[in-house]
């Protein structure tokens, strides 16, 4: 993945291990987004028609299990002891994501604790272990890694609350995917969770009743998003993912300057601006 390459140019290595750890990883990510669609049954993905649409449930999974396979061969080959644990570890994180996300769809009681700790292991655990393993690479060091894995996982919640209001704000032409998918799915979000704690009894119903798949036509979803406006939670949503972003560039900070610096300085900036 670039952000795997970037850090790994930030402490100077530009040898044959980043690109082929990269790749692996990648192939993991493929693995990840190929399950996660036959399990939330999305037809779509930025625009295209997902794998399990086109070649059904079951094909869909056995390439997601093949990638999943290979990446793991190629750890082997890499021959980083550090690496494989880091990546063994982080999958593991995945997975426990992937049914703590499962045991609270439609629960509109979540709390943002639970919240938080879904899309630490769903969506940061991958940018997380990205960037670490780059430390375990010559010209890195274990306290590198730990810097490199602390940026990662603060861009990687950055990210996921930029995402979550993305599904309200923005639009399939801009970002491949309707929006309202979440919504109507009942998908508990950050924005959700702050407009249900804030709002009127009214408010509240009409967010359980939404959850539970009661309210999903257009009209609907438009009430979904003044609501989200009138309490402030798309305003503090986006300000949380601004406020990941700083702390994701202070890891940065005993790092000279360097064009691999920028390029991860930017990264920042585009996941917490992306649905503008």
Not at 38 to 64: H, M
Not at 120 to 131: G, N, P
Not at 155 to 184: E, H, N, P, W
Not at 200 to 227: C, I, Y
Request: glycine letters at 8%.
């Amino acid at each position: 993945m670039a952000l795997l390459l970037a850090c790994a140019r930030l402490i100077g290595y530009s040898g044959p291990r980043s690109p082929s750890l990269a790749a692996a990883l990648e192939f993991i990510h493929t693995a990840t987004l190929l399950h996660d669609d036959v399990v939330d049954r999305s037809a779509l993905r930025r625009g295209q028609p997902t794998a399990n649409t086109i070649w059904g449930n079951r094909r869909a999974v056995a390439v997601g299990d093949f990638l999943l396979g290979r990446a793991f061969e190629m750890l082997v080959d890499d021959g980083s002891l550090d690496v494989v644990n880091a990546i063994s570890r982080a999958s593991m994180v995945l997975s426990a994501g992937e049914v703590s996300q499962l045991a609270s769809h439609r629960q509109i009681e979540t709390t943002e604790e639970t919240y938080f700790r879904i899309i630490s292991a769903k969506t940061a655990a991958l940018f997380e272990v990205s960037c670490q393993i780059a430390g375990y690479l010559p010209g890195g060091n274990k306290a590198t890694a730990v810097k490199f894995k602390r940026f990662g996982r603060s861009l990687g919640i950055a990210f996921q609350l930029t995402d979550d209001v993305i599904d309200y704000v923005s639009t399939s032409a801009r970002m491949g995917k309707d929006a309202g998918d979440d919504f109507r799915d009942g998908k508990v979000t950050l924005p959700v969770i702050i407009a249900f704690a804030r709002g009127s009894p009214a408010d509240r119903r009409f967010w359980e009743d939404a959850m539970q798949g009661n309210k999903v036509s257009d009209t609907d979803f438009a009430h979904a998003l003044k609501l989200l406006e009138d309490t402030g939670a798309i305003r503090d949503t986006l300000a949380r993912a601004y406020n990941h972003g700083r702390v994701a560039k202070s890891h940065l900070s005993s790092f000279g300057n360097s064009r691999a610096k920028s390029a991860l300085s930017m990264a920042v900036d585009f996941a917490v601006s992306r649905c503008f």
